[in-house]
């Protein structure tokens, strides 16, 4: 079992910026293929960014290409998400997610969630 626990989210202006964080326990992190995803009201639930275990590839939503950097601390067993630029549509709650071995964009493959952290981000 991997434990994911997200911080970090709150309310911002449009333009500002916040960085989340996503703790990891349980197993051996730098195996871990590690993902946010979020989900706004009413809206299915998304993939945001993702950084392979290994090589530490990292892929991105069109939508957020640009403004968002995903990236981690293994001695920390940890994974961040620097957002930049907000706009009003990325509110949502924010989720952390891993898989063991390979990531994915789809949100079905991952193996292991965080209850998630809202941003709100006001125009």
């Known amino acids: 079992q991997v434990q994911l626990v997200e911080s970090g989210g709150g309310l911002v202006q449009a333009g500002g910026s916040l960085r989340l964080s996503c703790a990891a326990s349980?197993?051996?992190?730098?195996?871990?293929?590690m993902g946010w995803f979020r989900q706004a009201p009413g809206k299915e639930r998304e993939f945001v960014a993702l950084i392979s275990w290994g090589r530490y590839t990292t892929y991105y939503a069109d939508s957020v290409k640009g403004r968002f950097t995903i990236s981690r601390d293994n001695a920390k067993s940890t994974v961040y998400l620097q957002m930049n630029s907000l706009k009003p549509e990325d509110t949502a709650i924010y989720y952390c997610?891993?898989?063991?071995?390979?990531?994915?964009?789809?949100?079905?493959?991952?193996?292991?969630w965080g209850k998630g952290t809202l941003v709100t981000v006001s125009s």
């Open positions: 349980g197993r051996t992190f730098s195996n871990y293929a």
């Open positions: 997610a891993a898989r063991l071995y390979g990531g994915s964009t789809d949100a079905g493959a991952m193996d292991y």
